[in-house]
């Protein structure tokens, strides 16, 4: 792989001009009311923390979960409303009750 390649396990639309959807990467994200996987209520900015982090809007793949974790960022998958977190310890996910953050 050259310099300018892209890895194949970046998700779609990661550094692609126009691709994805609204918010775009690097862009400000809305702030949605979400629930964590034990049920609490919470703001997206209080689970986040300081620091960059990583969202993603469905369940990663084993590859996209490994690059994930080869990030130094705090790594979320916020699913849509009516969703179900896999196990209230897991912290890697929460629920967007509100719809804002699309599907």
């Known amino acids: 792989m050259g310099d300018g ?3 194949e396990l ?4 990661v550094g692609v001009e126009g691709a994805g959807r609204s918010p775009r990467p690097g862009e400000l994200a ?15 900015d209080d689970l ?3 620091g960059f ?8 793949t084993p590859g ?3 690059l ?6 705090r790594n979320l998958t916020v699913l849509p409303p009516g969703a179900a977190c896999p ?9 967007d009750t509100t719809g804002a953050l699309g599907s």
């Open 5 to 7: 390649d892209v890895p």
């Open 10 to 13: 970046l998700p779609v639309g």
């Open 30 to 44: 809305p702030q949605p009311p979400i629930r964590t996987p034990d049920g609490r209520p919470a703001r997206l």
């Open 48 to 50: 986040l923390d300081d």
């Open 53 to 60: 982090a990583l969202l993603a809007c469905r369940p990663l």
């Open 64 to 66: 996209e979960d490994r």
């Open 68 to 73: 994930a974790r080869a990030v130094p960022a």
């Open 87 to 95: 196990g209230a310890e897991n912290t890697s996910y929460a629920i």
